[in-house]
């Protein structure tokens, strides 16, 4: 069997700019919510037998009590953070397993599910659903692999090394170094994807980085500078690998087979009804625009 782990944020997300805006019978806005269902139950008519989809339930984890500017909702439309509870309750119904994440992040839940279903030796392959460039450390040989749903690219350990320079192990440190914006940790200065990829691909982590860039024997430009940086703010740096770094031991659940779909559930008819029932909002014509503008 192959299982199947979704990004549920990114699919909120990337669906909330897709899809036109829709409101249900209780005012709510649901348009991401509908794409996102029929994007799921799309992948169960293509043969998907087990499955989990994890969500960010809060958007704030532990890491904001780490760093001051981790990433947080501020920013984030209403219309888009609203719909994260309609998301999980309606794939719930629809018989999927969800993982709301409160103290951890989506991104948790991912790595750690993907750990507990690899042990499983029944499981052919393990496929995580996300862009993510975080969720590459938790890729390993092709049992556990990433899959872009978006463009169908597919990254086993060695896609993942072509593509970043370092293998899994070092994804962590790699954005450690690095910074991601997205996530709201600045990186070191200096330290951009080429130099951190150059140096980390022969040593690994950070802590095995030697003082000297003289015992670096590596082709990156601005050394010195770089070696000086990271000397004085290694700790920083540690701390933003912390950051980065995916906790792979949340206990999700005991068995694999508690991942098998097994269809909808009675819930879901009056679920169902609402979503299709819900009013889609009509975007001004070209005519109208033309008025407006007059």
Same mark, same amino acid.
């Given at each position: 069997m192959k299982v199947y782990l979704v990004d549920g944020t990114y699919e909120l997300f990337r669906h909330y700019f897709a899809m036109p =805006?829709?409101?249900?019978?209780?005012?709510?806005? +649901?348009?991401?919510?509908?794409?996102? /269902?029929?994007?799921?139950?799309?992948?169960?008519?293509?043969?998907?037998?087990?499955i989990a989809v994890a969500t960010d339930h809060v958007v704030e984890s532990f890491r904001n009590d780490l760093w001051a500017g981790y990433k947080t909702g501020e920013g984030v439309e209403p219309d888009l953070l609203e719909q994260f509870p309609i998301l999980e309750e309606v794939l719930a119904a629809a018989g999927l397993v969800v993982w709301p994440m409160v103290e951890y992040e989506a991104d948790d839940a991912l790595a750690s599910g993907a750990a507990l279903a690899a042990r499983d &030796?029944?499981?052919?392959? +393990?496929? $995580?659903?996300?862009?993510?460039?975080?969720?590459g450390q938790a890729v390993t040989g092709s049992r556990v692999v990433q899959l872009n749903r978006r463009?169908? @690219? $597919?990254?086993?350990?060695?896609?993942?090394? @072509?593509?970043?320079?370092?293998?899994? @192990?070092? $994804?962590?440190d790699y954005l450690a170094l690095?910074?991601?914006? @997205?996530?709201?940790?600045?990186g070191l200065p200096g330290w951009g994807a080429k130099s951190s990829a150059t140096v980390l691909a022969k040593f690994e982590h950070i802590e095995r980085i030697p003082a000297s860039c003289g015992d670096w024997h590596v082709n990156v430009a601005n050394a010195a500078t770089l070696a000086d940086t990271l000397e004085r703010e290694r700790e920083r740096a540690l701390l933003f690998r912390t950051l980065a770094? /995916? &906790?792979?031991? $949340?206990?999700?659940?005991?068995?694999?087979?508690?991942l098998e779909w097994k269809g909808p559930t009675p819930e879901f008819d009056a679920v169902g009804r609402l979503l299709d029932e819900a009013k889609i909002e009509? =975007?001004?014509?070209?005519?109208s625009k033309a008025r407006r503008r007059g």
């Open positions: =805006k829709a409101r249900d019978a209780k005012g709510r806005e +649901v348009g991401a919510v509908r794409g996102v /269902l029929a994007s799921m139950l799309a992948m169960m008519r293509d043969g998907v037998t087990h &030796k029944r499981v052919e392959q +393990v496929v $995580i659903c996300t862009p993510d460039k975080d969720l463009t169908g @690219a $597919i990254l086993d350990e060695a896609g993942v090394t @072509a593509k970043f320079g370092v293998p899994p @192990a070092s $994804i962590p690095m910074g991601d914006a @997205a996530d709201g940790y600045p770094t /995916l &906790k792979a031991d $949340i206990p999700l659940f005991k068995k694999v087979d508690e009509k =975007k001004p014509s070209d005519k």
